[in-house]
């Protein structure tokens, strides 16, 4: 069975790390984390194709909708979960139109929002049958 590739774009050190860390644990092998954007572009544009990219959402910081949308222009099948910190249901709603497959509240308890993270990563796995 072979581990899926998961990159994790978040600018946040310690929720990247932390991110990263659960996906380890949870016996996610293949997995690679960027502070911005452009690097994960980088990565995609050089062929290295996620089946999953776990983001932050943060226009400021060029993590938006532009990104989804690159991100879907080179693989459309990518799985998209965004974990954020906005709990604004019309950003979720118009992020869900755009092709994100999930969008997740980054909670007071960190820990817990990442629990449920890695909860639906791993439905969505199944859910596709991808492995």
Sequence with gaps: MKSPVVFVVDKNLLHRNLIKYHLDINKFANVHAFQTSDE?????????????LITDYD???????????QIKEVSPSIQIIVFSSSDNPILAMKLLDAGVSDFIVKTGKLDI????????VKYLIKEKTLY
């Design 40 to 52: 994960c572009l980088y990565r995609v544009r050089k062929n290295m194709i996620p089946d999953f």
């Design 113 to 120: 929002g990442i629990k449920e993270l890695i909860k639906n």
């Design 59 to 69: 226009p400021v910081e060029h993590i938006g909708f532009d990104f989804i949308e």
